[in-house]
């Protein structure tokens, strides 16, 4: 194997950048990564069917040289966890048909519970070929400067994003107004309870140079590691922490259970009334439970310039008009991510956006009607 792909005694380092639904974790990605810095392999985990990630990387033109999406879970689903992905990205290396990379960075879905993936790298460094060339540097979290606090105490994945990072970025405190000064000191008094050796970074602030927080880290393989495992197995006092809560919502086979995903591809444009009046009506009806949507759309006033829409957890981020679809793909897609919302509701819902067509069965004359 070629020291460039790493060896173990000089593994390539991985981050792991986790983060709650629409915490900011693509949009700081993007910034990290410089168009002169090290080649980077971007590892994309989604949670839906319909990659829309992927496609933004491209829009903002980042110097990443590989994009790898892997569908499902990254915490929690077979097959699929980072060791085998890490596996696949080595002899994808091996076999040439990706050039060497000097590190790896790991976007995880914003349902990801992070113990497991850290876990699963620490104990694969001693017995898999993969686990031996790459090594965890450093996790980062996104912590969302509005919605942070109420996020960190009411769920308990958000809760464990913060308590396994070992660099917190604060995203969003753009958007505090004068008046909610005081919620940016709640947020880091919660920081300082839960995770006092984080180091927190305001990606806002006009000194911040989002790429420092790719050095390594607390996890990096320096003998250290050893304490984090224990700290993984002592998950304890994050139960602890929320036992007055259903605790079945965080055992293992239980993970996600009311919140699930629903994606729509459309061929043909929409209008802006109909997306107008779909999104008031869904975010009126459905409030903090719809935790993510994502949207990329075809409008008919002008097809050629998709707009780019985010909620999150019930708040509708300004939509952004593209200059150009991001890739060959120009249906509408989107990606909406809901917790405790009727599913069957949520899909007859969605129909409303469908271009309307005349069905065959009002044209036809009643006596070419089928029976059976
Ligand atoms: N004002 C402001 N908006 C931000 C900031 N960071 C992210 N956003 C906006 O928040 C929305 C969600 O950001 P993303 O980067 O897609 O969040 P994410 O964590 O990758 O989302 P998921 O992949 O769904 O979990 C977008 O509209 C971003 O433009 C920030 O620091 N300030």
Same mark, same amino acid.
């Given at each position: 194997m070629s020291a460039a792909i790493g060896h173990f005694d000089n593994p390539i380092p991985v981050y792991l950048l986790t983060g709650f639904l629409g915490s900011g974790k693509t949009t700081l990605l993007n910034r990290m990564l410089l168009a002169d810095g090290p080649r980077t392999a971007v590892i994309?985990?989604?949670?839906?069917? $319909? +990659?829309?990630? !992927?496609?933004?990387?491209? *829009?903002?033109?980042?110097?990443?040289? #590989?994009?790898?999406?892997?569908?499902?879970?990254?915490?929690?689903?077979?097959?699929?966890?980072?060791?085998?992905?890490l596996a696949r990205l080595s002899a994808a290396i091996d076999n040439g048909d990706v050039s060497a990379v000097d590190r790896v960075l790991i976007e995880t879905t914003g349902l990801a519970d992070p113990a497991p993936i850290i876990n699963q790298m620490l104990i694969a460094s001693s017995y898999s070929i993969a686990g031996r060339f790459f090594a965890l540097a450093s996790v980062i979290t996104t912590l969302d400067a509005v919605k942070g606090k109420e996020t960190v105490e009411e769920r308990i994945l958000a809760h464990k994003q913060l308590a396994f990072a070992d660099r917190v970025a604060l995203t969003k405190a753009d958007?505090?107004?004068?008046?909610?000064?005081?919620?940016?000191?709640?947020?880091?008094?919660? $920081? +300082?309870?839960? !995770?006092?050796?984080?180091? *927190?970074?305001?990606?806002?602030?006009? #000194?911040?140079?989002?790429?420092?927080?790719?050095?390594?880290?607390?996890?990096?393989?320096?003998?250290?590691?050893?304490?984090?495992?224990?700290?993984?197995?002592?998950?304890?006092?994050?139960?602890?922490?929320?036992?007055?809560?259903?605790?079945?919502?965080?055992?293992?086979?239980?993970?996600?259970?009311?919140?699930?995903?629903?994606?729509?591809?459309?061929?043909?444009?929409?209008?802006?009334?109909?997306?107008?009046?779909?999104?008031?009506?869904?975010?009126r009806a459905a409030g903090n439970r719809l935790l993510r949507l994502k949207g990329l759309l075809s409008l008919a006033d002008d097809p050629d310039r998709p707009y780019l829409i985010h909620i999150v957890q019930g708040t509708f981020h300004p939509p952004q008009r593209l200059?150009?679809?991001?890739?060959?793909?120009?249906?509408?897609?989107?990606?909406?991510?809901?917790?405790?919302?009727?599913?069957?509701?949520?899909?007859?819902?969605?129909?409303?956006?469908?271009?309307?067509?005349?069905?065959k069965a009002e044209t036809a004359a009643p006596d070419t009607k089928s029976e059976h």
């Open positions: 994309v985990n989604e949670f839906g069917d $319909v +990659a829309i990630d !992927n496609d933004l990387f491209k *829009v903002d033109g980042t110097a990443s040289d #590989l994009i790898e999406t892997s569908n499902g879970c990254i915490c929690c689903e077979p097959g699929n966890d980072i060791v085998s992905t958007m505090l107004t004068q008046a909610q000064a005081d919620r940016r000191e709640a947020l880091m008094a919660l $920081v +300082a309870r839960i !995770n006092p050796a984080a180091r *927190v970074f305001d990606i806002q602030d006009p #000194l911040a140079q989002p790429e420092s927080l790719l050095e390594h880290g607390i996890y990096a393989p320096d003998g250290r590691s050893m304490d984090v495992i224990g700290w993984l197995k002592a998950e304890s006092p994050l139960s602890k922490a929320f036992g007055a809560k259903d605790v079945s919502q965080w055992l293992p086979g239980n993970r996600h259970s009311d919140v699930y995903t629903k994606s729509m591809v459309l061929d043909g444009s929409v209008t802006s009334r109909q997306v107008t009046s779909f999104l008031d009506i869904l975010m200059e150009r679809w991001p890739s060959e793909d120009r249906r509408t897609r989107l990606v909406i991510i809901a917790d405790g919302i009727d599913e069957m509701a949520l899909e007859s819902f969605l129909q409303v956006l469908k271009p309307k067509r005349v069905r």
